[in-house]
């Protein structure tokens, strides 16, 4: 090949790849259009329903209380109740002859029957409700370019 026509071929090779690299100048988007929603949320409606403990037994009787709730301790063999409080959760409710302690802090003092079955009840003001809904992607501005966040 002729040092003419191998200068032509790296001219040609050059302007092929700087006009390919003009596309990978442009910017990456920053974001994206916020996507559309829509929800409805439908109440189920049931009939009262008797409650049941989360945790029932003889002393000791231990529970831990995943999530805060609303909890009520009861005698159950004397049809009492023992403690209702607000508990944050992660916390060890424990029932034994000397009281009801939460969280390691005796919350009822003692002495409690031993013969006697307790029980723990979560109560809750909650509505079970039906939610359902449809997420369609966002619409690009006509004025601004959609932009998505840099890796």
Not at 61 to 78: C, G, K
Not at 107 to 114: D, E, N, R
Request: charged fraction near 15%; aromatic fraction near 4%; include cysteine.
């Amino acid at each position: 090949m002729s040092s003419s026509k191998y200068l032509q071929c790296i001219c040609l090779a050059t302007a092929i790849g700087l006009a390919g690299c003009k596309s990978w100048n442009k910017p990456p988007p920053t974001s994206a259009p916020a996507p559309e929603e829509t929800w409805t949320t439908t109440p189920i409606r049931m009939s009262p329903q008797e409650p049941m403990p989360v945790k029932e037994g003889g002393i000791p009787l231990v529970y831990l209380l995943e999530s805060p709730s609303m909890v009520r301790v009861v005698d159950a063999t004397a049809k009492q109740d023992l403690l209702t409080l607000p508990m944050p959760g992660k916390t060890i409710i424990a029932i034994t002859e000397g009281g009801v302690s939460v969280g390691g802090a005796t919350m009822k003092l003692g002495p409690l029957p031993s013969d006697h079955r307790y029980q723990i009840f979560l109560q809750s003001n909650e509505t079970n409700v039906i939610r359902s809904g449809s997420i369609r992607p966002g619409k690009i501005n006509q004025q601004q370019p959609a932009t998505m966040p840099a890796p």
